[in-house]
C-alpha cells in the first residue's frame, strides 16, 4: 500500500473536494484520482462517492479512513520524535498549570529559558485548570509535564518540589480581622469562608490545617479559581485561604499572614514515571530544577 497514496486520502476525506485537495497536496487532479483509484482496488471496495461537485465517503470508506488517520498520526508523531531525538535544535514541549501560576511562575520561566535559548525552535503550548484536571491530562499524555499541587497515591507519578508557595487569609476591606498583623486561624472560624471546590489540590491541603488547630470552618461559597475566589471575597461573601499572587495588589481585599498553624506549602513539578520525553522536554525540566529545586 503506497504511503503517499494514504496521505491523499486523509486530505480528500478532509476537504470533500479533489480540486481542492489536490491544490493543498500540490499534485494534478488525475494524479489524485488515480492514487484514490488503486486504493479502491486494492481494497476492493468504494471509498468515495461523487454528491455533485463534491466527493464523500462512503461506509466503508469512513471505516477505513478512521484506521488511516490514526495510523497517519502516529507516524508523524514518530518522526517529530525522531527529528528531536537527533539534535537539540528545538522541538515541542505541552505543559499543564495549577491556576495561581499564570500570572508570575509559567511567563518568566518561559520567558527566561527563550532567553537562553535564542535561535532555536522551541515551540510551547500550555493549558491550566485544578491539580486533579492536570494530572489527569498528564497521564493521558496532554502534557510533558505539569505544575500542579501533591495528589496522594499517584506510584507512577514524579513529584519534584520547586515552588513554595505562601498562603495569606483575605478578607474584604474594613472587615474586623483585616487590622490584624497575623491571625490563628482557630480565631477565624465565627466568619464564613469561601474555600477552593473539592477538585483543588489546595482544598485537601487547607482542610489539614484546620485539622491541625481543631477548628471546622462555616463553608458559605466554593470557588475552582483564585482570582474567582478573591473576587468573591472582596465582594464581601467571605474571607477566605488563598496564595499570595500579585492579582490580590489590585483588589479590595486585605491579605494577612497566618501565623498558625506553621505552614509549607509546595507547587511540584511532575512527570510520568518511565515515558520517554524529547531531549528539549528533558532539557527544560533540567533547566526548571536548576533555578527552583527545593
Not at 119 to 138: A, C, D, H, V, Y
Amino acid at each position: 500500500m503506497n504511503l503517499n497514496h494514504l496521505y491523499y486520502l486523509r486530505t480528500l476525506a478532509k476537504e470533500q473536494h479533489y480540486t481542492r485537495a489536490a491544490h493543498i497536496l500540490n499534485i494534478t487532479q488525475p494524479s489524485l484520482s488515480h492514487a484514490i483509484n488503486a486504493l479502491e482496488k486494492e481494497l476492493n471496495v468504494k471509498l468515495f462517492e461523487k454528491v455533485g461537485r463534491n466527493a464523500r465517503l462512503t461506509k466503508e470508506g469512513e471505516l477505513f479512513c478512521r484506521y488511516v488517520i490514526q495510523s497517519l498520526d502516529m507516524l508523524d508523531e514518530g518522526r517529530r520524535v525522531v527529528g528531536e531525538v537527533s539534535g537539540m535544535a528545538g522541538g515541542y514541549i505541552d505543559i499543564g498549570y495549577i491556576y495561581t501560576l499564570g500570572s508570575h511562575f509559567i511567563p518568566q520561566n518561559m520567558s527566561d529559558y527563550m532567553k537562553e535559548n535564542e535561535g532555536k525552535n522551541i515551540r510551547f503550548s500550555f493549558g491550566q485548570g485544578t491539580t486533579e484536571q492536570m494530572i489527569g491530562e498528564l497521564k493521558k499524555g496532554t502534557y510533558d509535564l505539569v505544575f500542579s499541587s501533591y495528589k496522594e497515591g499517584e506510584d507512577r507519578l514524579n513529584f519534584t518540589p520547586v515552588v513554595e508557595e505562601e498562603l495569606v487569609l483575605i478578607t474584604p476591606k474594613g472587615h474586623p480581622l483585616a487590622g490584624e498583623e497575623a491571625v490563628d486561624l482557630a480565631k477565624t472560624t465565627d466568619y464564613p469562608y469561601i474555600m477552593f471546590s473539592r477538585k483543588s489540590g489546595l482544598r485537601p491541603f487547607i482542610n489539614k490545617l484546620f485539622t491541625e488547630v481543631k477548628a471546622q470552618p462555616f463553608i458559605a461559597y466554593e470557588g475552582e479559581e483564585d482570582s474567582s475566589v478573591a473576587g468573591l471575597v472582596a465582594a464581601g461573601l467571605g474571607i477566605s485561604i488563598v496564595p499570595r499572587i500579585p492579582i490580590l495588589e489590585t483588589m479590595e481585599v486585605e491579605a494577612i499572614p497566618i501565623k498558625r498553624p506553621e505552614i509549607k506549602r509546595y507547587i511540584y513539578l511532575v512527570t510520568q514515571k518511565d515515558k520517554y520525553l524529547s531531549p528539549i522536554v528533558e532539557d527544560f525540566i533540567g533547566f526548571i530544577k536548576s533555578r527552583h529545586q527545593i
